[in-house]
């Protein structure tokens, strides 16, 4: 008995690797804007003194660079999520098919 594997592709392949371009272009907006409003509310603090100002200049710090650090895991998350995205998708569209035969042999003629 004979057999045949082909690989038969529903869609042809592509690149789904840049699906993620746009989150990340929000994402550093978002962090561009999150740098401007600490920027702003800084130079509105520092024109006061005192322990609570302090405080929350300190506060608004950390919080700041937890935001960046959240920010930057999220743009490396969106890489890495966006090619398993391709991986995942170019692979379902695509099905390996076995045929099986029979080979029958007869005599020519002469």
């Known amino acids: 008995m004979g057999q045949l594997t082909k690989i038969h592709r529903f869609q042809p392949?592509?690149?789904?690797?840049?699906?993620s371009s746009i989150f990340k272009q929000h994402l550093e907006e978002m962090g561009s804007l999150g740098y401007e409003m600490l920027t702003l509310i800084e130079k509105e603090l520092k024109a006061s003194s005192g322990s609570i100002i302090e405080?929350?200049?300190?506060?608004?710090?950390?919080?700041?660079?937890?935001y960046k650090s959240i920010i930057n895991d999220q743009i490396s998350l969106m890489d890495?999520?966006?090619?398993r995205y391709h991986d995942h998708i170019n692979e379902?569209?695509?099905?390996?098919i076995?045929?099986?035969y029979e080979e029958i042999e007869t005599k020519l003629p002469k």
């Open 92 to 96: 379902m569209n695509k099905q390996s």
């Open 80 to 83: 890495i999520l966006a090619n």
């Open 13 to 19: 392949y592509e690149d789904l690797k840049n699906k």
């Open 98 to 100: 076995t045929v099986y």
């Open 55 to 66: 405080e929350s200049l300190k506060l608004l710090e950390n919080n700041h660079k937890d």
